[in-house]
């Protein structure tokens, strides 16, 4: 490996060409900023702004104490959902229950639809008003509410207002996929917070305050991976952390909400200058329905609408109209509370079949999966589960600086009848390995 340039730019193409021809490889470590100065006899900042880049432009991640390394090949990172044309039964997507998601077009049956310009509000009125009826109470004041396409899209707007490469995130470990790439793909660093049945440990986020994080995404319920949810004291002590932070950026992804079976808590301090609340739909109304509302203090909302108007200025109104149909639903409103009952009902059915084998899930669990810890990586379960009929997931790809230990079962499309012989297949193979 031969780097050359006197500037960040030639650094920057010299790392990049030696990328492409092969002769650095996913995963190999560049030398430290200071040893390739002294290398290259050049300053130090010209290094640290050639390594800035390359984390920008995927090339190079920062690791913290494992430095910085070359990426992994674009389109290698793990996804939600189905896997196509799979034989296997599917208890890896994490996706919710087609049976529970509304029909949006009877919904909306006997609504007009009007034609709207540019230049027109983002929000219509309806949903404006259905969206701080739903937020305002979990919020401090001054909310601004805006629109974005998910729950991930809102994310991503949110650091990237604020955010530049190689900027530290404290985020839950084992964290949710989304978030995990969305980090990769804007060349941001995860700083991995300790979970446990109450969610983000403090100590764990006042650690990676410390380190520089200068942003963090908190799950308040139906923690994914792991369906863990914040108790009272737990989140009373993140707000502690948080109040001797303020200007730290505090994301709250809501994923579930309407679902949950948990209470919400908020982690937001009263001196928080820099925070959002995300609440999608997808879970209850669909992924296709791809919007989430975001409250804010006025700030944020100001920078988020920049960058939303940089591109589509407004989340389709025509989208806008379908949610707004299904909020305002009473038969809409009582199908989600039975999904919310039904996913409940199958977390603890299935939890119950794993406990009475010896396998015990992390419990209190809310969402539409079960985490099971094991005390190796997952991968040789879900290969021997797969040569048994049934496809999970396994936790490794969720883990933050390694590896999380432990299985991803979504439970909410699997007919109560099969948790029995998904069991008694897991309990074999459990047997297997440790035999």
Request: glycine residues 10%; hydrophobic residues 45%.
């Amino acid at each position: 490996m031969q780097i050359k340039g006197e500037t960040a730019s030639d650094i920057f193409d010299s790392v990049r060409a030696l990328v492409r021809g092969g002769d650095l490889l996913p995963g190999q470590a560049l030398p430290t900023v200071r040893a390739l100065a002294a290398t290259l006899g050049v300053n130090r900042n010209t290094v640290s702004l050639a390594y800035q880049r390359l984390a920008a432009a995927r090339v190079a991640v920062t690791q913290g104490r494992l430095g910085t390394v070359i990426c992994e090949p674009a389109g290698s990172d793990e996804q939600e959902g189905l896997l196509p044309d799979s034989p296997l039964v599917d208890l890896s997507s994490g996706n919710p229950a087609l049976a529970w998601l509304p029909d949006i077009g009877a919904a909306m049956a006997g609504r007009a639809y009007q034609s709207r310009l540019y230049g027109e509000p983002p929000i219509g009125p309806a949903l404006d008003t259905l969206g701080h009826y739903w937020l305002a109470p979990d919020s401090p004041d001054g909310l601004v509410l805006n629109l974005t396409h998910g729950a991930v899209d809102a994310v991503e707007r949110l650091l990237a207002t604020y955010l530049v490469a190689g900027d530290r995130v404290a985020v839950e470990d084992p964290c949710f996929l989304g978030s995990i790439n969305t980090l990769r793909t804007q060349g941001l660093q995860a700083v991995g917070v300790p979970m446990d049945g109450e969610g983000m440990q403090a100590s764990g986020l006042e650690r990676a305050l410390a380190q520089g994080a200068q942003a963090v995404i908190v799950t308040p319920r139906a923690q994914n991976p792991t369906g863990c949810s914040l108790s009272p004291e737990r989140a009373q002590a993140l707000r502690e952390v948080l109040a001797q932070h303020p200007h730290v950026l505090v994301i709250v992804d809501d994923h579930f909400s309407l679902l949950s079976t948990m209470a919400y808590y908020s982690v937001l301090p009263a001196n928080a200058r820099r925070w959002a609340l995300v609440r999608s739909v997808s879970k209850m109304l669909g992924p296709d329905l791809r919007l989430a509302f975001v409250g804010s203090d006025g700030h944020t909302a100001d920078r988020l609408r920049l960058r939303l108007s940089g591109g589509t200025t407004w989340v389709s109104h025509l989208l806008q109209d379908a949610v707004s149909a299904c909020l305002s639903s009473a038969k809409v409103a009582a199908q989600i509370q039975q999904a919310r009952d039904d996913y409940a009902r199958r977390r603890l059915g299935m939890a119950a079949v794993l406990q009475a084998r010896g396998l015990r899930c992390s419990l209190p669990a809310d969402g539409l999966n079960l985490w099971l810890p094991l005390p190796h990586s997952g991968q040789a379960v879900v290969s021997a589960m797969a040569l048994r009929g049934w496809l999970v997931r396994a936790g490794d790809a969720f883990g933050i600086e390694t590896p999380a230990h432990g299985l991803r079962i979504t439970v909410s499309g699997l007919e109560q009848d099969a948790f029995h012989t998904f069991g008694g297949a897991l309990r074999q193979v459990m047997d297997a390995m440790s035999g």
